[in-house]
């Protein structure tokens, strides 16, 4: 849980200082390493970065378009090529808005949880190679300040009433 209060180093050649500004220096490194693998394609050739809006549709719910672009701050019409690709492919359907008949919900179909599930194993696979000379303590260490760090970074992302942040799914959640 983050607190209200934003700590500073003590004094200059503190560790925090230190430890903050090599954090800083990674973020971005991983922020490309993500980009890197977004713009891959799945083993069955499938583009990576639509297929990654499928997740928080099934974790949220059936999105109207433009929540989702929001929900995953994310350009609006490259949500829209995508959604058009997913939905092209069978992994995604329109459903009416019970709400708004004029409108429509971007539903996961049942093909499209069996792509989220390959995504899942090469994702995890690849997660297994590259972490495979760690001991299970130092992984089970990294998920569980990684997934603080992510409810940290999201709780103090600036907000307004129509963006709400993804909720982590249980299997997320150290």
Sequence with gaps: MPSSAVPGPAAPGDDRLTDLHT???QLPRFI???HALKSSRT????DRAALTLLFPLE???PLRQGALAELVHADPSTVSRHVAALIEQGLVRRVADETDGRASRLVVTDAGRRAMAQV???REAHLARATAGWTAAD???LARLFGRLL???TAALPTDQHTAPVPASPREKP
């Design 23 to 25: 954090l800083g220096e």
């Design 32 to 34: 490309r390493l993500v």
């Design 43 to 46: 083993a069955d050739g499938r």
């Design 59 to 61: 974790r949220v719910g």
């Design 120 to 122: 899942r194993a090469e």
């Design 139 to 141: 992984l089970s260490t």
């Design 151 to 153: 409810d940290d970074l």
